[in-house]
Structure formats: structure tokens, C-alpha cells
């Protein structure tokens, strides 16, 4: 990645999360992909549900798919999407994972793609970081530490609507 894409990455992410930790500290590399930023944000005691953030950047010639993750702490990781229609968002699970077109890069955020890390053994707690291995088809598997951060300090879900029917 040149320096000037990376600076701009670096901003963006910054940005997004609203934390000013820089990205570069958190970034994974393999061959073909870059993970940068890896993080979570805290659970409250008793939720059984987390989430993880990151931006994935394909480096190869074809599209390669996020297609599963694992974590010591959660029974189970799926791959989701949020939308918002009509003013509620909505999350549905991504069955076939998600798709990372060559030389491109998504992100999963708020609002958009995310891992719903499910059945969590406890909360997850601010400055903890959590083991988590994330599979491609395409491109292996890469062993990475999500960095539980906070969003904005008291963002709630059920403030904005969230239905969770299509989980």
C-alpha cells in the first residue's frame, strides 16, 4: 500500500471509530490481504452477544470471501450486514460470507458489516483484546487480536431501532 493510501486509510478509520489511536498499531498482513484496525467495543455483564470491526483490504488479482471467524471467547461467530429501511435498522447474517473484490478493500463498522461474536463466555471489557481467527476462502487464515475500544461511550442499540428478526 503506498504511503498516501495508507494515510488516507489511517484517517478514515480514525474518523469512523472516533478513537485516536492510530491504525498502523493494529494492522495484520499476509500475502494477499491487510486487516487493519481490528477492534471491538465493551459488553455490559450479562450480554451474551459482542461485535468485530475491521477493514479488510484484498491485495490479489480476484475476489477472494470472508467466510467464517472463531474466537476462544464465543461459542459461535457469524457474518452480518445492517441496513437501515424506512428508519429501523436491520441485521441479517451473511450465509455465503462476505465477498472482497481484487484490489479493493471493505470495511466492517456500525451500521454496515460486522461479526456478531454469539454466546460470549463473559463481557468483554474496555482495553482487552480478544484472540480471533478469520477464514477466506481465497486467502487461508490469519490469527488477529480484536482491541475492545468504546464507540462513543453510551451509544445504545435499542435506541436506534435495531431489529434483530432476520438473526
Avoid at 441496513?83 to 466492517?108: C, F, H, N, Q, W
Avoid at 480484536?146 to 451509544?155: A, I, N, R, S
Wanted: with cysteine; glycine share 8%; proline share 8%.
Amino acid at each position: 500500500m503506498n504511503p498516501l493510501k495508507k494515510l488516507a486509510a489511517s484517517a478514515l478509520i480514525a474518523c469512523s471509530t472516533l478513537i485516536v489511536t492510530p491504525a498502523a498499531a493494529h494492522d495484520h498482513s499476509s500475502d494477499s490481504v491487510t486487516i487493519n484496525h481490528p477492534w471491538s467495543r465493551p459488553t455490559p455483564p450479562g450480554v451474551p452477544m459482542g461485535v468485530g470491526y475491521m477493514v479488510i483490504t484484498n491485495h490479489s488479482d480476484s475476489d477472494i470471501t470472508l467466510t467464517s471467524a472463531t474466537t476462544p471467547r464465543a461459542k459461535n461467530v457469524s457474518i452480518h450486514e445492517s441496513t437501515m429501511t424506512d428508519g429501523t435498522m436491520s441485521m441479517r447474517p451473511l450465509k455465503d460470507g462476505l465477498t472482497i473484490p481484487a484490489g479493493e478493500t471493505v470495511e466492517l463498522k456500525p451500521h454496515s458489516y460486522h461479526m456478531m461474536l454469539e454466546k460470549l463466555d463473559g463481557p468483554l471489557k474496555e482495553g482487552e483484546r480478544v484472540p480471533l481467527t478469520v477464514s477466506f476462502d481465497g486467502a487461508g487464515t490469519m490469527d488477529l487480536m480484536l482491541h475492545v475500544e468504546p464507540l462513543d461511550g453510551d451509544m445504545k442499540m435499542e435506541e436506534h431501532g435495531m431489529d434483530h428478526s432476520g438473526h
